[in-house]
């Protein structure tokens, strides 16, 4: 029987997962690892499995505010995208003062959302929008800066309009673009809810693994970080399903090139 390359691919990736994690096991029992320096992954699911009536609500509301910093961080960045790489004044006068901003340790604003706002979701939320900003603005403006002059040139012979040459040409071409930032912006908004959460929040996973990191129990950090990465992987692979139902005409064969 021949595998797929898909196949093929999929079993390589799922073989290598399966091998980091009993190596790691491995490797602690031999040298004898303390739990409080670095659980092996079968203490780890053990937590998992006990502790999830108790992890379940605080990754649900973690995964809430994520979800909600990022779509909002995406609409507003692709505003600002559009803007910039539709106007070279815009992009003059905007672009420097969105590096400066993305320039700045998004732990400084923290404090301050919370005195604007109070502690809890809402920080959490903004900071999670903040961060995730700055890759959508600079895919956008990438993605329409790419569209050839001459094809512009000749829609406004044919009669197009500005508007009319962004619309059908220019947001298509960005598509790809746009997408490969969504993957990148997705692992950023964990990285601000999380922030938030350790200093303003009394709610989600970054408030039980720093409560835990308190307490000495490193097992439980790790649930927490392995419940992050579960629900960032998720968030991943919606992000590449939606990318390959839209943008499939700018995707390589990998299949042909795999074969």
Known sequence: MTLSPRTRQRLLSAGALVGFFLLWELA???????????PRPSQIANVL???????????VQTLYTTFAGFVLGVLAG????????????????????LVGFSSIPKVAVVPLFVVWFGAG????????????????????????ASTEPELEDVLR???????????????????????ASLK????????????????????GIGTVMMI????????????????????????????SLVEQR????????TDMAMA
């Open 28 to 38: 602690c029992l031999a040298f004898g690892v303390s739990d409080l320096i670095l």
């Open 49 to 59: 499995i006990d502790k999830m009536s108790l992890l379940w609500p605080h990754a």
């Open 78 to 97: 692709i505003v600002i995208g559009v803007g910039i790489g539709s106007s070279r004044l815009a992009y003059d006068v905007t672009y420097p003062l």
């Open 121 to 144: 979701t809402v920080p959490a939320i903004l900071t999670s929008m903040v961060i995730s900003i700055f890759p959508v603005v600079v895919n956008v403006a990438t993605g329409l």
């Open 157 to 179: 012979v044919l009669g197009a309009r500005k508007r009319d040459i962004l619309w059908n040409v220019g947001l298509p071409r960005t598509l790809p673009y746009l997408f």
């Open 184 to 203: 990148i912006a997705i692992t950023l908004s964990f990285v601000g809810t999380v922030l938030a959460e350790t200093v303003a929040s009394n709610k």
């Open 212 to 239: 835990a990191s308190g307490n000495f129990d490193v097992p439980m950090v790790f649930a927490g970080l392995f419940l992050l990465a579960a629900m960032g992987v998720a968030l991943y692979a919606v992000s």
């Open 246 to 253: 839209m943008t499939g005409w700018a995707q390589r064969k």
